[in-house]
């Protein structure tokens, strides 16, 4: 059987909503756009959301708007998609490690304080697999340092929630995400939710360019009108062209939320007996379900990858320490022990297939495999350890 990491669920209806586009003289930012961020602020409770092409120009975006530049550092968690610090460095910034909680994986309060300096900007925890962390927790913490923002990596946490907060509420941001594979996608593009107006008014600049006015808003009132740069920006804006794909997806995204959640509670109960590891959940929160990662013992995780590509299921790896990738390792001379519990886990994790179409007769495939060629694996391997 052939079992694919993830299918998306776009249809001939959503090629439709595209057509209706390409029926106006309008394509890029316009009002189709301005309808799906109205929905967003519905959806997350938030005085403001913009469309953005990506989380990492969107992220550029918050940066250049909150003045993160050279000699300024943020902190981030070692557990998290590279994008997370190269927009920090990109500004010529320095990313901050931080580990993470061994049994949850996520940011910890206690690790951001211990990494602030005075050249601290920002903070970005990472809502990693659909798990949120504790914003207000840490925004408590942070009472000394009212001028660090933060900014939530949401791009896994669309439908979460911890005691009925949702992402956006007590950050400075929070940016989504709504690339090909995303629980809510368009392909490639994301979003930025605030409750900070001023913060807002910046972004609606350095989102395009820097440039004081949109092309929708240039051609309103049916002439020409002159603009003028203002400030650095980006070129992060969504196109009216993916936009249309969202609002179905958005009043949907509870109800699909509702089988991911069937499926990762069918996986857990399945594997429970296993040696395979699983991330401890967090207390009082919606698990947005994004992915369903598993750890192995390091030592043979290659191994166990190939095992499962050659019986047609489909996995990545979500992912390797970022201070162990290449570029960060000989910038910043770290180590493996630098950050135990994130290279540990990076060197053991790997995602199993999660989407609301995935049948029972594939997950139960899936199952058999883990069970019958994964686990005599893990049992047989001199070195055992799925924790630190």
């Given amino acids: 059987m052939q079992v694919p990491f993830y299918r998306h669920e776009l249809a001939s209806e959503d090629a439709k909503l595209v057509a209706d586009v390409l029926s106006t003289p309008f394509l890029t930012s316009g009002t189709v756009g301005r309808a799906v961020e109205a929905r967003l602020c519905d959806y997350f409770g938030t005085k403001h959301a913009l469309l953005v ?231 009082n929160a919606k698990h947005a379900r994004h992915l369903f990662p598993i750890h192995v013992p390091p030592g043979v995780r290659d191994e166990i990858l190939a095992v499962l590509g050659a019986n047609g299921i489909g996995v990545t790896v979500n992912y390797r320490a970022v201070p162990s990738m290449a570029y960060y390792r000989e910038k910043y001379g770290y180590f493996e022990n630098n950050f135990p519990v994130g290279e540990h886990w990076g060197q053991g994790t790997i995602s199993l297939p999660l989407f609301p179409s995935l049948t029972t007769e594939e997950q139960k495939y899936v199952i058999a495999v883990l069970k019958n060629k994964v686990t005599p694996l893990i049992e047989n391997t001199p070195d055992r350890r799925t924790t630190t």
């Fill in 53 to 283: 092409n990506s989380w990492t120009n969107g992220a550029l975006a918050t940066l250049l708007a909150l003045g993160v530049g050279p000699g300024d550092e943020v902190i981030v968690p070692t557990q998290t998609f590279v994008a997370t610090a190269n927009v920090i460095e990109i500004l010529g910034a320095k990313a901050v490690f931080v580990d993470v909680d061994p049994d949850t994986l996520l940011m910890t309060a206690a690790g951001v304080e211990s990494a602030i300096t005075s050249r601290t900007k920002a903070v970005i925890p990472v809502h990693l697999y659909g798990q949120m962390i504790d914003v207000l927790a840490l925004r408590n913490s942070l009472r000394a340092h009212p001028n660090i923002a933060i900014i939530e990596d949401s791009a896994h946490c669309f439908e979460g929630e911890l005691a009925g907060d949702k992402p956006g509420k007590h950050s400075t941001c929070a940016i989504f995400s709504f690339y090909a594979t995303k629980n809510v996608t368009c392909g490639e593009g994301g979003a930025i939710v605030t409750n900070n107006t001023p913060l807002y008014e910046v972004l609606l600049q350095t989102r395009l360019h820097g440039m004081s006015a949109e092309a929708v808003d240039r051609f309103k009132l049916g002439a020409y009108r002159h603009w003028d740069m203002v400030r650095m920006g980006a070129k992060a804006n969504l196109p009216d062209l993916l936009a249309c794909l969202l609002p179905r997806q958005i009043e949907a995204a509870d109800k699909k939320w509702e089988r991911r959640n069937e499926l990762a509670n069918w996986y857990e109960a399945n594997l429970s007996d296993t040696p395979i590891r699983l991330p401890k959940h967090v207390g």
